[in-house]
């Protein structure tokens, strides 16, 4: 394996202590995995897969559960998957940009894997509305237990924390969110004493340690085949999200407290689960709450819930911080980010996606009603992202880290053999409530090619009608037009014609000014650009400069302030010096052949609905002026 794939990832942007970072990651990382047995087993032993809890049934689930947490889990992602960082950056975005990188000279296989790429992250929004439904429902539901006749305030109960919880996020997390880490750590910790208070009872359910359980499943259950992963894969949910948040804390932090808190603490706790439903078949119908002792029902039920709504904001915060680079990249179009805290780079809100991850939530609790319903559509999304991860990385350890053949052929096709399995085993979820993910990852994913797609368009029918600058310049050496104080700011996506908002401004107002400036941000691969490497400048006479700005995708695009970075004597910056000119296009359509009409209308609707240039790139109001154009697509 090539150095570049053995480093690790970056060390975390702050100097926690290696506990710290443990906690915090458990806190983060883990939410969504963690709360898993809450559920898993519940709906394997629902009935509707045809296996009964009996001795054979529960050691080969069992058997299954943990041989899967370990190939998928901590082989693939933790040992293989954690390494394929970003500059220290991971996920879904952070990958596709890898790949790409890997087949910059194959550009059929790049196109190919960027959509791929697309699609998983759409897939991931569709998975971010299930999460917080399923995982705050199981959790309330365990009242069922405690108290008789409470069945009918499990959903308004369920309703309330989820409305709750996405108001708080205008306001930013930043205070709670120290209390998440030490919250997940003694639920881990729950999780793990009661496993072996349940093992105590019946040690023989160690015997499912044996991967013969396994196998021994799929030859008394042939029958089932391979559809009972569709409920095994439950316990692997999740496991996206350590990749995910690589960014924040490491690769390290992350493994650590998979191997030496998470994986413990699930594998136990599934053990004890199985050790009471071998002494008691009927605990199936929620084997999690009546693994504890009754005196303890109550205070499982609050530390529950508690967990899934850190699982839950896990996953709300994960989709802000795509949104972010899917917009930076191009593939989203312009909203207003909203950071929540002063000292975390990563606390952001994006309304748009709030509200509608909130409506999408709300929707699906009052259409399924249950965890165990709600079960029976989890997985398409999870799989299908797992599935597609794979094949990304694929690409990454062959092109980008050059790993030995002998060594990465074997291993993908071991990944993609169990990826393949365990979607194979949810398609047919598809009928049964699937749909739900899987249609709002479709829609997902024809925005952002739409948008994509329309931006290159509009860029190439504003290229057919530029004039090029080197021209420009030589006419205005000719004529001289009247100059004026102060820089002109024109932004522009090409910095080697004149730009709309340029001509237009000289052809009514008849002036330039002294510094005429040209200005082009281009967003990188990487997710940070460091400062020395943001400001690029060139000078083409009478005036005239072209600047490019450099960001990552990760990275704040505030121009004023990258701007402020110019130590040139010629160009000054200063703010009662400096206007900024914008051109708007006001899109309409044409027979011209391009998109699909439909597809056409659609980009013509997001760009009205896209944030600003002057708010994103955070503009002062009264140093811009924007001069609209007419464009047919």
Do not use: C
Not at 419 to 445: C, E, T, Y
């Amino acid at each position: 394996m090539s150095e570049l794939a053995l480093q690790s990832s970056h060390p975390p942007r702050h100097g926690s202590s290696a506990l710290g970072l443990l906690i915090a990651a458990t806190g983060v990382v883990y939410g969504d995995i963690g709360t898993s047995p809450l559920y898993t087993l519940k709906e394997v032993f629902a009935g509707h897969y045809g296996v009964e809890a009996d001795h054979d049934g529960v050691l080969g689930v069992l058997s299954l559960i943990f041989w899967s947490l370990l190939w998928v889990v901590s082989i693939k992602y933790v040992l293989f998957i954690l390494r394929a960082d970003n500059e220290g950056e991971g996920g879904a975005m952070a990958l596709t940009a890898l790949a790409r990188r890997a087949t910059a000279d194959r550009p059929q296989l790049s196109r190919v894997l960027v959509l791929l790429g697309l699609f998983g992250v759409a897939l991931f929004y569709g998975d971010s509305m299930i999460t917080p439904a399923i995982s705050v429902l199981s959790a309330i539901e365990g009242l069922e237990l405690a108290f008789e006749g409470v069945g009918q305030w499990v959903i308004p109960l369920a309703l309330a924390v989820l409305i709750a919880l996405f108001l708080i996020q205008k306001h930013g997390t930043a205070r709670i969110g120290i209390l998440f880490g030490p919250v997940m750590v003694v639920w881990f910790g729950v999780l793990g004493l009661l496993g072996i208070y349940g093992i105590l009872q019946h040690p023989e359910v160690l015997l499912a340690l044996n991967p013969w359980w396994a196998a021994n499943f799929f030859l008394v259950h042939s029958g089932v085949g391979v559809t009972i992963l569709g409920a095994v894969v439950l316990a692997l949910t999740g496991a996206e999200a350590l990749y995910a948040d690589m960014g924040h804390f490491g690769r390290r932090p992350i493994a650590r407290a998979w191997f030496l808190l998470v994986l413990p603490g699930l594998v136990l706790n599934y053990f004890g689960q199985g050790a009471l439903l071998l002494a008691d078949p009927e605990a199936a119908r929620n084997p999690f709450y009546l693994l504890a002792p009754e005196w303890a029902l109550l205070p499982m039920i609050v530390l529950s819930t508690l967990a899934t709504i850190i699982a839950s904001q896990a996953v709300i915060s994960g989709a802000f911080s795509l949104t972010r680079q899917a917009i930076q990249l191009g593939y989203v179009p312009r909203m207003q980010v909203q950071h929540t805290s002063s000292a975390e780079e990563g606390q952001i809100y994006v309304a748009t996606v709030n509200w509608a991850l909130m409506v999408g939530v709300v929707l699906l609790v009052l259409a399924f009603e249950s965890s165990g319903a709600l079960a029976s559509a989890y997985g398409v999304a999870v799989t299908g992202t797992m599935l597609i991860t794979t094949l990304l990385v694929a690409a990454v350890m062959l092109l980008l880290w050059k790993m030995p053949r002998w060594l990465a052929i074997p291993l993908l096709l071991g990944f993609l053999l169990v990826d393949s399995l365990f979607f194979a085993a949810n398609v047919p979820k598809i009928v049964q409530g699937g749909a739900f993910p899987v249609i709002a990852g479709i829609g997902l994913f024809v925005l952002m090619t739409t948008w994509k797609r329309g931006k290159e368009t509009l860029f190439e029918r504003l290229g057919e009608t530029a004039l090029p600058l080197p021209a420009f310049i030589d006419s205005v050496r000719l004529q001289s037009p009247h100059r004026v104080q102060g820089t002109a700011v024109f932004l522009t996506a090409r910095p080697d014609v004149v730009p709309h908002a340029l001509l237009h401004n000289l052809l009514h107002n008849q002036v330039l000014h002294e510094r005429v400036v040209l200005l082009t941000v281009q967003v990188e691969d990487s997710p940070r650009v460091p400062e020395e490497r943001r400001f690029q400048v060139d000078g083409y006479g009478e005036g005239f400069y072209r600047v490019v700005l450099h960001f990552g995708f990760m990275d704040e695009p505030d121009i004023p302030a990258a701007l402020r970075l110019s130590h040139l004597e010629e160009l000054d910056f200063s703010p009662m010096r400096t206007t900024y000119f914008l051109s708007r296009e006001t899109v309409i359509l044409s027979k011209r052949i391009g998109m699909a009409h439909w597809r056409e209308a659609l980009f013509i609707f997001l760009q009205k609905s896209a944030n600003s240039s002057m708010r994103y790139f955070q503009l002062p109001a009264n140093r811009v002026i924007e001069l609209g154009t007419q464009v047919e697509i």
